[in-house]
Nanobody
Framework: QVRLVESGGGLVQAGGSLRLSCVAFGRSFSNYAMGWFRQAPGKEREFVAS????????YYADSVKGRFTISRDNAKNTLYLQMNSLKPENTAVYYC?????????????WGQGTQVTVTS
């Protein structure tokens, strides 16, 4: 069974930092791009950052550029999101997803999410 499991969320004051992790179980994610998305209460899920399988291509939402850094360790099947200078508006459930780069069909797998709450 394929699973993505996020961790690292929590409660932090504005200006603080958190590091999210997403571990993939059940299969190899070779040739899978992986990304982070978030969903705040009452809002749609939105893109945060993504990274190609090779790590050569990374993309960020404008709102997090310069503050968030995505990385991955393919040997550990793990994706990370380092979040610095957090703001209250970053409060959301953060999800990781995996997308097959060969098919280009979009994100096939999703985790259950981890809550990030930033207080002012």
């Amino acid at each position: 069974q394929v699973r993505l499991v996020e961790s690292g969320g929590g409660l932090v004051q504005a200006g603080g930092s958190l590091r999210l992790s997403c571990v993939a179980f059940g299969r190899s994610f070779s040739n899978y791009a992986m990304g982070w998305f978030r969903q705040a209460p009452g809002k749609e899920r939105e893109f945060v950052a993504s990274m190609s399988w090779s790590g050569g291509n990374t993309y960020y939402a404008d709102s997090v550029k310069g503050r968030f850094t995505i990385s991955r360790d393919n040997a550990k099947n793990t994706l990370y999101l380092q979040m610095n200078s957090l703001k209250p508006e970053n409060t959301a459930v953060y999800y990781c997803g995996a997308a097959d780069e060969l098919t280009g069909a979009g994100y096939d797998y999703w985790g259950q999410g981890t809550q990030v709450t930033v207080t002012s």
